[in-house]
């Protein structure tokens, strides 16, 4: 069954650092999303993205957030400046068209020392 | 915007005996429900899902009720295992596509 894949599982970085989390999506998919969640917190949603542009965004997505799909197959979250606060797990999810269910990767584990 | 209430926030049962999670939402022009469980470190995951068309909808031990005009719905388990411990988040959605927003998750524990 195809899932969604994510790279790195954990990364680690000093505040005031650039990160890019990597997403590969379900290669058919259509719309993705990301998510976050701060350690025994709720999942959060951040931005969801179609057609090479984003859809909706969320208030936590601000000026320091960004995404991207570079190529066919990869989409990146980058966060220009890291700040503490931005330490969690990032899940990036995909759906298809015309289909209800997201699929979510396994998430990156962000840790901004 | 929406909002998703759940409650209760930690729940233990003893094994075999049901466990019952319920939330609420906001936006009535919510029209999907899905429920995700979630292990400690893991991705969410779908366990199962309602649209707002269909008022009750049940697979094997899990069955979950939508009561679109109190705008509540529900997460039934029965006959619980050990392995059903986990953290169990409900979530709601306007439209196909469109952002997922999740309650703040039930703990639940499944006592020998």
């Known amino acids: 069954e195809p899932e969604v894949t994510q790279t790195p599982s954990h990364q680690v970085t000093q505040m005031g650092q650039e990160v890019i989390l990597r997403c590969v999506p379900i290669s058919n998919h259509l719309y993705f999303y990301w998510y976050r969640q701060i350690l025994g917190q709720k999942v959060e949603f951040l931005v969801s993205?179609?057609?090479?542009?984003?859809?909706?965004k969320s208030e936590i997505f601000d000026d320091q957030f960004s995404v991207e799909r570079p190529d066919g197959s990869n989409f990146t979250l980058k966060i220009r400046s890291t700040k503490l606060e931005d330490s969690a797990m990032y899940f990036c999810?995909?759906?298809?068209?015309?289909?209800?269910?997201?699929?979510f990767g396994p998430g990156t584990r962000l840790t901004v020392t | 915007g929406e909002n998703v209430e759940q409650h209760p926030s930690t729940l233990s049962v003893q094994e075999g005996d049901s466990a019952v999670i319920k939330c609420t939402y906001s936006?009535?022009?919510?029209?999907?429900f899905p429920w995700y469980k979630q292990e400690l470190g893991k991705r969410p995951q779908l366990i199962i899902d309602?649209?707002?068309?269909?008022g009750e909808k049940k697979d094997q031990r899990i069955a979950v009720t939508l009561n679109k005009t109190a705008k509540h719905f529900s997460l039934h388990i029965t006959e619980t295992q050990p392995e059903d411990s986990a953290v169990y988040f409900c979530a709601a959605s306007t439209n196909r596509d469109d952002k997922i927003i999740f309650g703040k998750g039930t703990r639940l524990h499944i006592l020998p």
């Open positions: 309602i649209r707002s068309n269909v």
């Open positions: 999810a995909s759906v298809g068209g015309g289909s209800y269910e997201q699929y």
């Open positions: 936006d009535s022009a919510s029209n999907y």
């Open positions: 993205f179609y057609n090479n542009e984003i859809s909706e």
